[in-house]
């Protein structure tokens, strides 16, 4: 069953403009992480918040979580086209394992040089 | 560097054909698990293994099998494929934990005709 629910479902934008990525989950969480896919590709990880944790940054990401809201965000800094992908969120602990994984849909990402 | 592979990136199977997707991790990660990914639905768990010979049905089981005879192996079998499992099938390995990255493979596409 689907746990997050990412907004936008596609976004474009040129190079250099940010970009902004959200998650909503649904139960209590252990851990929230983002996931990028190249088109046709496994999934790599880019990071990994904590539930007590309300913001991190990696590079030219930026995550950010509200627990009392169920949701999370994802920023994306001075874009490149290279960073054209579909990003996943997913959560970790709650009411399930808390070693599985449950993944929302994704958000489409397009930078155009 | 972590590395998952699978045995084929494209596969082409006859319906009520027995399908073997085969897959290996590197790093000795206890927990090895099985994903599809259709457009709109993102990704599903199929069957997770926490252990050698261990086996747990994830989200949608349902005409799938698996088999973990060693630790780095983890291999998903379709008994009798049919047109619905055409699909992008990607796996996983992480260690324990909630405090846990998965790292994917660069999946199999697998159309049954």
């Known amino acids: 069953s689907q746990q997050g629910e990412e907004d936008p479902q596609a976004l474009s934008i040129q190079e250099g403009e940010n970009a902004t990525m959200n998650c909503s989950y649904k139960?209590?969480?252990?851990?929230l992480q983002w996931y990028r896919q190249n088109s046709g590709r496994g999934l790599v990880h880019l990071i990994l918040?904590?539930?007590?944790?309300r913001e991190k940054h990696s590079g030219r990401l930026r995550v950010t979580l509200d627990t009392s809201k169920k949701s999370s965000s994802l920023l994306i800094t001075a874009s490149r086209a290279a960073d054209t992908a579909s990003y996943f969120c997913?959560?970790?602990?709650?009411?399930?394992?808390?070693?599985?994984?449950?993944f929302g849909t994704g958000t489409r990402l397009q930078v155009f040089p | 560097d972590v590395k998952v592979t699978q045995s084929s990136r494209y596969l082409v199977k006859r319906t009520g054909e027995k399908v073997f997707l085969e897959c290996v991790q590197d790093?000795?990660?206890?927990?090895m698990f099985w994903y599809r990914q259709d457009p709109g639905l993102g990704l599903r768990l199929i069957y997770f293994?926490?252990?050698?010979?261990?086996?747990e049905k994830g989200d949608i089981p349902e005409g799938y099998s698996v088999s973990r005879e060693k630790k780095e192996r983890f291999s998903l079998i379709l008994e009798s494929a049919s047109t619905n499992q055409t699909s992008m099938y990607l796996c996983?390995?992480?260690?324990?934990?909630?405090?846990?990255?998965?790292?994917f493979g660069p999946g199999t596409r697998l159309t049954v005709t």
């Open positions: 996983a390995s992480g260690t324990s934990g909630i405090l846990y990255e998965q790292y």
């Open positions: 139960t209590s969480i252990n851990n």
């Open positions: 918040i904590r539930s007590n944790e």
């Open positions: 997913a959560t970790v602990g709650g009411a399930y394992n808390t070693d599985k994984l449950i």
């Open positions: 790093m000795d990660h206890e927990n």
């Open positions: 293994s926490y252990d050698v010979k261990m086996k």
